[in-house]
T-cell receptor, first 116, second 111 residues
């Protein structure tokens, strides 16, 4: 299995620009999570989906952030307009909870975003 | 979701056994205890999971007392490559709720 695939791996953009991060979860996983990690705040859950439906988006910092999951194999996290304080590593993760897999969440390698 | 408390940092030397304890006083009946490891520039990686007593795999052991209000991750004979952040999480594996990561424990292994 290829694991969770994220793109781009690194992005540097100017303040005010739109940023779109992409994620392909592991095939067969019905949960998809977006996390953000910074030195100050650690690893924060932004939003998660179950069977392509957003379940909890209470972690999304503000209206500038939006996430979609149009099908089981693709999700996007969009920031519009971007601000320097959005600079962070954004992780996508997926899982298939159950008696055998338990709480195992599989993370991608992250998208490193720098907003200047 | 049950809140967890673990030490911010720990130091060790190569070859030593390292035990990281996590407190989760409000753990619920259906909650499992899961530990993740994160290296710099990588996403967290599953290490071990347990419900009660002891669980062992090729990487670590997890000790859970009868009251389940705490758990201890044990890393035998650590090496420099075990330097990482270790997260303790508690949640219901079948509820489909998302796992919330705390600050974790930064383990530094020296030679």
């Amino acid at each position: 299995d290829a694991g969770v695939i994220q793109s781009p791996r690194h992005e540097v953009t100017e303040m005010g620009q739109e940023v779109t991060l992409r994620c392909k979860p592991i095939s067969g996983h019905d949960y998809l999570f977006w996390y953000r990690q910074t030195m100050m705040r650690g690893l924060e859950l932004l939003i998660y989906f179950n069977n392509n439906v957003p379940i909890d988006d209470s972690g999304m910092p503000e209206d500038r952030f939006s996430a979609k999951m149009p099908n089981a194999s693709f999700s996007t996290l969009k920031i519009q307009p971007s601000e320097p304080r959005d600079s962070a590593v954004y992780f996508c993760a997926s899982s298939h909870p159950g008696p055998s897999s338990g709480n195992t969440i599989y993370f991608g390698e992250g998208s490193w975003l720098t907003v200047v | 979701l049950a809140k967890t408390t673990q030490p911010i940092s720990m130091d060790s030397y190569e070859g030593q056994e390292v035990n990281i304890t996590c407190s989760h006083n409000n753990i619920a009946t259906n909650d499992y205890i899961t530990w993740y490891q994160q290296f710099p520039s990588q996403g967290p990686r599953f290490i071990i999971q347990g419900y009660k007593t002891k669980v062992t795999n090729e990487v670590a052991s997890l000790f859970i007392p009868a009251d389940r209000k705490s758990s201890t991750l044990s890393l035998p004979r650590v090496s420099l490559s075990d330097t990482a952040v270790y997260y303790c999480l508690v949640g219901d594996s079948q509820a489909g709720t998302a796992l919330i990561f705390g600050k974790g424990t930064t383990l530094s292994v020296s030679s």
